[in-house]
């Protein structure tokens, strides 16, 4: 399974990105709306700037305490961003996730993200194509 499959079966493959400058309660309040873990910080919503996750926020209000919410999003998101592409196979997403303790990555064409997975994305198309090998193994065995 490769990462362009993945990201063609996510219902809605359009990125949220929020710009730098934003403050860190508006980010949260987006994370809130969408329903989502993390949000890319770019200025022109293609080339990432960062990227900024609830466990950040969580782990400032929990060092530093509420006032962490009015500062912007540039000092609390993660500038090192590990990316992937769309010839990328699940499985090294995967690893690069498990290894570097995220559960989100961009997906790049050069310098430009094209598109965003969640660790629960690639389970799910994971588990999909495992469930389709199975069939397929107990079809040739059943004669079938
Ligand atoms: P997450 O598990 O994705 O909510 O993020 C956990 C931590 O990793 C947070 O500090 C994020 O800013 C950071 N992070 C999330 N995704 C990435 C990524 N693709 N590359 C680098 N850091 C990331």
Redesign the pocket.
Known sequence: MLVHQILKAKSDDKVVTIKPGTSVAEAAELLSTRRI??VIVSNDGKVPAG??????IVRELGRRGAGCMSELVDGM??S????CTREDTADVVLAKMTE???????VMEGEEMVGLISIGDVVKARLSELSMEKEALEGMIMGH
Do not use: C, K, Q, Y
């Not at 990227?51 to 950040?56: A, F, P, Y």
């Open positions: 873990g993390a990227i900024l996750s609830e466990r950040d998101m993660t090192n961003l590990v990316g570097g303790r995220f559960r989100h990555m961009p």
